[in-house]
């Protein structure tokens, strides 16, 4: 059995499986805790001073993407199951491994391919550099 598993979503049509995976997993007991992390390329979150600086619209975007994508993850998973949420900012596969070491994941759950052509070659190579580079188990959904 493991205790906590890392879900990594991207704002992708595969999102839908590794929530359902991970769901699955805790209501059968494998897991205890569901880590759902969204990365976004941007370094800018928020501003670290607090200042009111405007936002260029593609990071306001990306933001938006994150906050829809882990809301909707979060309402899919459901009450009965311990669930914390995640932005964080970085190289995909380097910041899931990163925030797998820091939270002490026994499993990530991630997947192969994203929603289009251009996030599918992406995707995989986060989800290859990731099994590659793991201490813990890595599940990929299809």
Do not use: W
Request: proline share 3%; hydrophobic share 40%.
């Amino acid at each position: 059995m493991y205790n906590k598993a890392l879900a990594f979503v991207s704002g992708s049509r595969s999102d839908d499986k590794v929530i359902i995976t991970a769901k699955e997993l805790a209501e059968k007991g494998i897991i205890n805790e569901i880590n759902i992390l969204f990365v976004t390329p941007k370094a800018h979150i928020a501003h670290p001073d607090g200042l009111n600086e405007p936002v260029p619209d593609d990071e306001v975007g990306q933001f938006t993407l994150a906050q829809i994508t882990l809301d909707k993850a979060y309402r899919n998973i459901g009450n009965d199951i311990k669930v914390i949420r995640y932005l964080q900012s970085g190289l995909s596969a380097d910041t899931i491994l990163r925030m797998a070491e820091e939270l002490q994941v026994d499993i990530i759950i991630i997947s192969r391919y994203g929603s289009n052509k251009e996030n599918e070659s992406l995707t995989d190579s986060v989800s290859v550099q990731v099994s590659q580079k793991a201490s813990c188990s890595i599940l990929i959904v299809k």
